[in-house]
């Protein structure tokens, strides 16, 4: 079973926001890099963004640079991304992802580094 849940997903319209979270259950992020990938339909995995545990750093991909952000609480349970202008391009099932760090200044958007995937959640974005 899946200690993180992704929330938040749905249909929006292109220009509109979104806003996801990630969510632990049974235990807090606050020793966890975090990630949020998405993946469309026939499409490779992408990473979107992701933050180091300490949340003093976060790499966001090219794609979604300047529309997306991502932060975590203060309280180490949830961490968040802010979708904002979307685009129709998207849509697609997005999932967070977490590693426990060894190094509170290291993320990545590379999935082969995270073990610990939730569920996941869609956003369709329509025109």
């Not at 992020?29 to 545990?53: D, H, M, N």
């Not at 991304?81 to 099932?93: A, H, Q, R, Y």
Request: charged letters at 20%; hydrophobic letters at 35%; glycine letters at 12%.
């Amino acid at each position: 079973q899946s200690q993180l849940v992704e929330s938040g997903g749905g249909a929006v319209q292109a220009g509109g926001s979104v806003r996801l979270s990630c969510t632990a259950v049974g235990f807090t992020l606050g020793y966890t890099t975090i990630a949020w990938f998405r993946q469309a339909p026939g499409k490779e995995r992408e990473g979107v963004a992701c933050i180091t545990s300490d949340a003093e750093r976060s790499d966001i991909a090219d794609s979604v640079k300047g529309r997306f952000t991502i932060s975590r609480d203060g309280a180490a349970k949830t961490v968040t991304l802010e979708m904002s202008n979307v685009k129709v391009e998207d849509t697609g099932d997005y999932y967070c992802a977490g590693r426990i760090a060894s190094n509170h200044a290291w993320c990545s958007l590379s999935s082969r580094y995270f073990s610990d995937w939730g569920q996941g959640t869609q956003v369709t974005v329509s025109s």
